[in-house]
């Protein structure tokens, strides 16, 4: 069936320094994607999201990329501080799914001091 | 937002028992979802709870195996029904006020151990 992957497990990071988390989705009808944060024995906490009809959304200290014509999609995250450290989830949802959300293989985020 | 929580937080089971686990929000909401994140893996969508009717399952998910309510819009149960090993995994209630992109809430999890 459709799918979402990450290209790393896990990305160690210096604190200060922007992180960049990639995602490759392969659902072309896929019109909404989140990313969610996950830290140890929690659920996944909404990040930042971004619709198909954008390239770029940004948040504080987060910014989304898009590129549907490779269907990736990107997490940056600027000035990396320890308290990101978790893991990253990309997710997507298709409009005619019902508010059903895939989610990727997540990535870990470790950020050294 | 919406608060979730869910209980049992953690518990162990003996092969063969069933689980029921409880999923409360503090307001009203369109869609509730189970899913369930085996121990270091990402999330998998079981079933989508809805309010008054039978539960919509996913492929490779049967309501034998994970039987769903949803008596109201603020509560639902998942039931693990006879439990194996491979059950073993961090359940999870999530939350959507209503179609379109709307933020999806997470409860923070029930993990379980079957022995």
């Known amino acids: 069936g459709e799918s979402v992957g990450l290209h790393l497990p896990t990305l160690s990071v210096q604190e200060g320094d922007n992180s960049i988390i990639n995602c490759a989705y392969s659902n072309s009808a896929s019109d909404y994607f989140i990313w969610y944060k996950q830290e140890s024995g929690k659920g996944p906490q909404f990040i930042i999201d971004i619709r198909s009809n954008m390239d770029k959304r940004q948040g504080q200290r987060v910014t989304v990329l898009l590129n549907k014509t490779v269907k990736h999609l990107s997490l940056q995250i600027a000035a990396t501080q320890p308290g990101d450290s978790a893991v990253y989830f990309c997710a997507e949802r298709w409009s005619g799914g019902y508010q059903k959300v895939t989610f990727g293989t997540g990535t870990k985020l470790q950020v050294i001091p | 937002s919406a608060v979730i929580s869910q209980k049992p937080s953690r518990d162990i089971c003996q092969r063969g028992t069933s689980l029921t686990i409880q999923c409360q929000v503090d307001?009203?909401?369109?869609?509730m979802f189970w899913y369930r994140q085996q121990p270091g893996q990402s999330l998998t969508l079981i079933a989508t709870?809805?309010?008054?009717?039978?539960?919509?399952?996913e492929s490779g998910f049967v309501i034998d195996k994970f039987p769903i309510s949803r008596p109201n819009l603020t509560f639902s149960t998942l039931t693990v029904s006879n439990m194996s090993p491979e059950d073993s995994s961090i359940y999870l209630c999530?939350?959507?006020?209503?179609?379109?992109?709307?933020?999806?809430?997470f409860g923070p999890g029930t993990r379980l151990t079957v022995l």
């Open positions: 999530s939350v959507a006020r209503g179609t379109g992109d709307n933020e999806q809430f």
């Open positions: 307001s009203q909401v369109t869609m």
């Open positions: 709870a809805n309010q008054g009717s039978e539960a919509t399952y």
